[in-house]
């Protein structure tokens, strides 16, 4: 994951250009959205964060993530993911709430939204040692940055990938993109789970 702070809106179609060379292929556009709140509760027990993230994604089936305190919890409002047999019991109807609009209505006693950052027709880009997704972010306020996420190809290995994100760090220099946040840990390096390692990196490059 690599965030670009002192980007700017055109940068997206440099970075796209520089890319050219090992270009296969635009595939689907793509969104997320991150959302930050606030716990109203006062007596937190010592070194509980009174914040926690929520992370949509569009392009992972329209899974939110939310991360607290190292710990994550994966939702999601889509349909065809409800079990069938809560709806075949009446415990859902099978159109299930998002856990942004929970927290929002039934649980605003207890967490307030500080931030909403999203990022809206982002583009794909299938290049020769892998996928690339990048898409310029706004907030309330205006124009956040340049946000890339990279997915290695299933055929790749670790050091393959590590060369390709080196190569990717490179044309963003390329373009002026020197002061970039980049992160690839694990939420728990003993037990790998790809939709909340890649929350995390959300996070850790999106933290203000």
């Not at 607290?68 to 919890?73: E, F, I, N, P, V």
Request: proline letters at 3%; a neutral charge.
């Amino acid at each position: 994951m690599i965030f670009i702070e002192r980007a700017s809106p055109a940068t997206l179609t440099d970075f796209k250009d520089a890319l050219s060379d090992s270009l296969l292929a635009f595939l689907e556009p793509w969104s997320v959205d991150f959302r930050t709140y606030r716990c109203l509760i006062k007596n937190l027990p010592e070194g509980t964060s009174k914040l926690m993230c929520s992370i949509t994604f569009s392009h992972h089936e329209k899974r939110t993530v939310l991360i607290k305190d190292k710990t994550a919890l994966v939702t999601t409002s889509a349909p065809h993911d409800v079990p069938k047999d809560l709806v075949a019991n009446v415990c859902c109807a099978g159109t299930p709430e998002s856990i942004d609009n929970i927290l929002a209505s039934r649980l605003s006693n207890i967490w307030t939204q500080r931030q909403s950052i999203k990022g809206e027709a982002g583009e794909t880009f299938e290049t020769t040692g892998m996928l690339v997704r990048a898409a310029n972010l706004f907030s309330y306020t205006g124009f956040k940055g340049l946000l890339i996420e990279l997915t290695s190809n299933e055929n790749a290995t670790s050091e393959q990938f590590r060369a390709n994100v080196e190569r990717i760090r490179n044309l963003l220099q390329g373009i002026g993109m020197k002061d970039a946040k980049i992160s690839g840990e694990l939420l728990d390096p003993s037990k790998s789970n790809y939709i909340s390692d890649l929350a995390y990196q959300y996070v850790r490059v999106l933290e203000f």
